[in-house]
């Protein structure tokens, strides 16, 4: 499925904060997977913290829609939703999980400890392949990694969206080249 444009997501956002019930919950309907992903991958949350801090972050846009000012929804949306997140742990006494660690696979809680060592181990080899990318590639991986979207990452390396996708999709390939993951 292609990427909702732009302009309809700042559409929908400014009908949501006039009170449009339907607008808010399109918005809901196209980037809850996408939140959901962010939250469990990049910020480390088990699934029912990713839930609970998924629900804080709608209301919080919500109530934050009316003097929202037109720009980029997503960034804006996963920019509230990572500082949710970041309150959540405060609370709780966590710390945030390193995202490339989490996109690793560090271990739930209760895993055995061989199951551990292997994350632990998977997650270091991943680190020293993530060091090992040309400079563009890394920073294009680590905005993705880190919420930013294409356009964010565009403007600050002056370069075209496209540009940045392209980096980002080798980034990928030769990180799983180098931790021994087959192309599929």
């Not at 699934?47 to 919080?60: G, I, L």
């Not at 990572?82 to 309150?87: K, P």
């Not at 006494?93 to 060592?117: E, Q």
Request: aromatic fraction near 6%; include cysteine; hydrophobic fraction near 45%.
């Amino acid at each position: 499925m292609a990427a909702p444009a732009p302009d309809d997501d700042t559409a929908l956002a400014l009908h949501a904060a006039d009170g449009d019930h339907a607008a808010f919950t399109e918005l809901v309907r196209r980037y809850g997977a996408r939140l959901d992903c962010l939250l469990r991958r990049t910020c480390g949350l088990p699934p029912q913290a990713a839930e609970d801090v998924a629900q804080e972050t709608w209301w919080k846009v919500w109530n934050a829609l009316p003097a929202w000012q037109p720009g980029h929804f997503r960034g804006w949306l996963f920019a509230v939703a990572r500082n949710t997140a970041r309150d959540h742990n405060e609370k709780a006494g966590r710390r945030t999980a390193a995202p490339l660690a989490a996109a690793a696979g560090v271990p739930a809680r209760g895993d055995t400890a061989a199951a551990a060592a292997e994350s632990a181990e998977r997650a270091a080899q991943l680190d020293k392949c993530r060091d090992r990318l040309p400079a563009d590639f890394r920073t294009a991986f680590d905005g993705y990694v880190g919420g930013e979207s294409d356009e964010q990452q565009a403007a600050a390396a002056a370069v075209r969206p496209e540009t940045i996708r392209s980096r980002r999709c080798k980034a990928r390939a030769l990180l799983r080249k180098c931790m021994g993951i087959a192309d599929s």
